[in-house]
């Protein structure tokens, strides 16, 4: 069996995407990302969410994904789904000459979750994109894959009342 190299996270830009084009006319998005683990705190025994922090990078390629430019407009505390692939990126420092690396994100899909930033919520905006739309293949399902429809949290949606039990005999 070969090796599985799949990411896929949701969670919030910690910053605004930069964007870096090459001489060749390319075009890279650096995005700072957050997601939060729970975990039991062993002294209080409350759960408590611990953030992780990563990098991504997002380009623009040449047959099709522009995922930079569509990087580019997002901003900080957008809430995204991210897929990719982990990278290691590894370079010699400049001034103590020691090599250094690091684990990132290279983007192959990036979605618009949710009504925008956390204080679009409070009427800031209208969204910059047709629902559903999945930058790499074109509209999409308006959830994350493995996401339950019934449990998406849409704007402007009711919201959802008990599950009913099954039929008694």
Do not use: C
Request: charge should be positive; aromatic fraction near 6%; charged fraction near 30%.
């Amino acid at each position: 069996m070969s090796d599985l190299n799949k990411v896929m996270l949701i969670g919030r830009l910690t910053r605004d995407p930069e964007v870096k084009e090459f001489p060749g006319g390319g075009k890279v998005a650096q995005l700072g990302f957050a997601v939060h683990n729970r975990r039991k705190n062993q002294e209080s025994g409350a759960w408590e969410e611990v953030p992780v922090w990563l990098e991504l990078k997002a380009y623009n390629r040449e047959n099709g994904r522009k995922l930079a430019d569509f990087a580019a407009k997002l901003a900080k505390g957008r809430r995204v789904y991210v897929e990719g692939h982990l990278a290691m990126e590894e370079w010699t420092g400049k001034e103590d000459g020691k090599r250094r690396s690091r684990t990132l994100v290279y983007v192959d899909a990036l979605d618009f979750i949710g009504g925008g930033k956390p204080q679009d919520a409070a009427g800031g905006g209208a969204p910059d994109h047709a629902p559903g739309e999945h930058v790499a293949d074109g509209p999409a399902a308006d959830h994350a894959p493995g996401e339950h429809v019934a449990d998406a949290a849409w704007e402007g949606a009711p919201p959802a009342g008990p599950a009913r039990r099954g039929r008694r005999k």
